[in-house]
């Protein structure tokens, strides 16, 4: 089974940066497609970002297009989140999510088209 923990958040002003990981304790992790999710209090989960096991796709939520950027490093089993230009709105728990869905329509958007979850990293922007 896939573990996943996630690291790097913390508190940065608006308009700053941050890069949050995900690590996965398998070898095998270049064979999952691999996605961010979010979780403000009293909110629903929220998608962020999505990756293609290669690499060579991916996906953003109209909310973090042209600020986030989803990367993966499968030598290490590690993805990342860039955040940049940081925004009060983007505090959140961001939870990273690994899975085998099939890349086609916004299915990748959606929870259940992941299997394994991380616990989550705090990410607060302040104003």
């Known amino acids: 089974q896939v573990q996943l923990v996630e690291s790097g958040g913390g508190l940065v002003q608006a308009g700053g940066s941050l890069r949050v990981s995900c690590a996965a304790s398998?070898?095998?992790?270049?064979?999952?497609?691999m996605g961010w999710f979010r979780q403000a209090p009293g909110k629903e989960h929220e998608f962020v970002a999505a990756?293609?096991?290669?690499?060579?796709?991916?996906y953003y939520a109209d909310s973090v297009k042209g600020r986030f950027t989803i990367s993966r490093d499968n030598a290490k089993n590690t993805m990342y989140l860039q955040m940049n230009s940081l925004k009060p709105e983007d505090t959140a728990v961001y939870v990273c999510?690994?899975?085998?869905?099939?890349?086609?329509?916004?299915?990748?958007?959606?929870?259940?088209?992941?299997?394994?979850w991380g616990q989550g990293t705090q990410v607060t922007v302040s104003s």
């Open positions: 999510a690994a899975g085998t869905p099939a890349w086609v329509g916004r299915y990748i958007t959606t929870r259940r088209a992941y299997t394994y």
């Open positions: 398998e070898g095998t992790f270049s064979s999952y497609s």
């Open positions: 990756i293609r096991w290669s690499g060579g796709d991916t």
